[in-house]
């Protein structure tokens, strides 16, 4: 089962290469990069882990579906500075498809998209403290994780962003008026939630 998994991974992984690149053109218009090795790997390890901690389930199909957008959605943040609006839609799609072929609680999908969206809009009002994309990645995030997981997965982005900008003010590999993306660090927490609170 894990080398089916491992051909499930690095397939579905180079698809998300050619997704992100043809992302990457729609917004600046240059020439795409090519293939990048990284994100099939990711990819891979990805599944691995969740196959792992899952098993052959329909969660850890949800789970396959929901850390493939999340790729997506990191590496064109990473890239671009912005959270594409059609990955957030088919982020909510898809995390609502979830909820009727599981049948989980529509109350706690509906619950987990407007605290996930609602914490991040709060502190938005903060000048320069989020950005919109990172709103409505948290509410699309909160059809897929529920209210509980969602609040986990705000909570570890912070933790995780905060250590690795001390790590990087203090190696001087960033400035104290520099930014970082903060959407990887959601989208990674989200996937630490989505593993650690099933």
């Not at 943040?77 to 599981?102: E, S, Y």
């Amino acid at each position: 089962m894990y080398i089916l998994i491992l051909i499930i991974g690095f397939t579905i992984g180079m698809v998300l290469n050619v997704v992100i690149e043809r992302i990457s053109y729609s917004i600046t218009k240059s020439e795409k990069r090519g293939i990048n090795i990284f994100i099939p790997i990711m990819t891979v390890l990805s599944f691995e882990i969740l196959y792992m901690r899952l098993g052959f389930t329909m969660i850890l199909a949800k789970a396959m579906v929901m850390t493939a957008i999340l790729i997506i959605i990191s590496f064109i943040d990473l890239r671009h500075r912005i959270i594409h609006d059609f990955m957030v839609i088919i982020a909510i799609m898809m995390g609502i498809l979830f909820v009727i072929i599981t049948r989980a609680k529509l109350s706690d999908t509906i619950l987990g998209m407007i605290v996930g969206g609602g914490i991040l809009f709060l502190l938005a009002l903060i000048p320069n403290a989020m950005g919109g994309g990172d709103i409505k990645l948290m509410f699309a995030m909160g059809a897929f994780l529920g209210l509980n997981r969602t609040l986990w997965a705000i909570l570890l982005a912070f933790i995780m962003s905060s250590i690795i900008s001390i790590v990087l003010l203090l190696f001087k590999i960033k400035g104290t008026k520099d930014t970082i993306p903060f959407g990887p660090f959601l989208s990674l927490g989200s996937f630490m939630s989505l593993l650690i609170f099933i």
